[in-house]
């Protein structure tokens, strides 16, 4: 079964007007979809590496070798 119908879209990758053939469509061209794919990967990766990062920043703050100055607790 095939549509006769054309509805302009802006493509959600690179922002430029299309006619998609679909209601669905969302991007322009299957280069823009595989970018898009691409970037949410690299998004996921780069916010687990943030979140790693976060939970492990008090463990390297209190690391014995960072702490070469006494506080005044410890010293007392």
Same mark, same amino acid.
């Given at each position: 079964?095939?549509?006769n119908i =054309? !509805?302009?879209r802006i493509c959600e990758h690179c922002g430029k007007p299309?006619?998609?053939k @679909? @209601? +669905?469509t969302r991007f322009c061209s299957p280069r823009c979809n595989g970018r898009h794919a691409k970037q949410k990967i690299r998004d996921l990766k780069i916010k687990v590496s943030d979140t790693q990062v976060k939970e =492990?920043?008090?463990l390297v703050i209190n690391?014995? +070798?960072l702490l070469e100055f006494? @506080? !005044?607790k410890q010293a007392a």
């Open positions: 079964m095939s549509s =054309n !509805i302009q299309f006619r998609a @679909t @209601t +669905v =492990n920043l008090p690391h014995p +070798v006494l @506080t !005044i």
